[in-house]
């Protein structure tokens, strides 16, 4: 999106089309295996590019660079392209969960490592979960 011009809160990043806009899935799929069940996608840090109008600029356009010349879909840091691929990625059809040979699903871990919360930097947030 046009909106992404290296400047603060439009900076470019190409997670989301790696993930997101591959229609064969194959990175999503690889992650899935190895027992990835989420991504979370946000800002890490002030001034960093979000789904959101974060720069309470409205929609951008600025001329565009390194050939992102799709015009910006919403007031969104990134041009409303994060929530276009969300949306395209459900209308696929959520990938299912991989099943144990039991027929269950796998007792998960998460680690969550956040930047700022009630937790110091660095610390890890454990949690587990059963999903069923």
Known sequence: MQAVNNTPNHFQDNRVEW???DPTRTHL??????????????????GTTCACDAAGDGITNPPPIDGNTRPSLSAADDGGFFQQQAM??????????PVEA?????DITV???VAESVLRP?????????IS
């Open 19 to 21: 993930l997101l806009e």
């Open 29 to 46: 799929a690889a992650y899935r295996q190895a027992g990835v069940v989420a991504f979370l996608f946000g800002r890490a840090l002030p």
């Open 88 to 97: 395209a990625y459900y209308a696929g059809g959520a990938m299912p969960l």
């Open 102 to 106: 039991t027929g269950e699903a796998p």
């Open 111 to 113: 680690d969550l490592r």
């Open 122 to 130: 660095g610390e890890v947030l454990r949690s587990r979960a059963r």
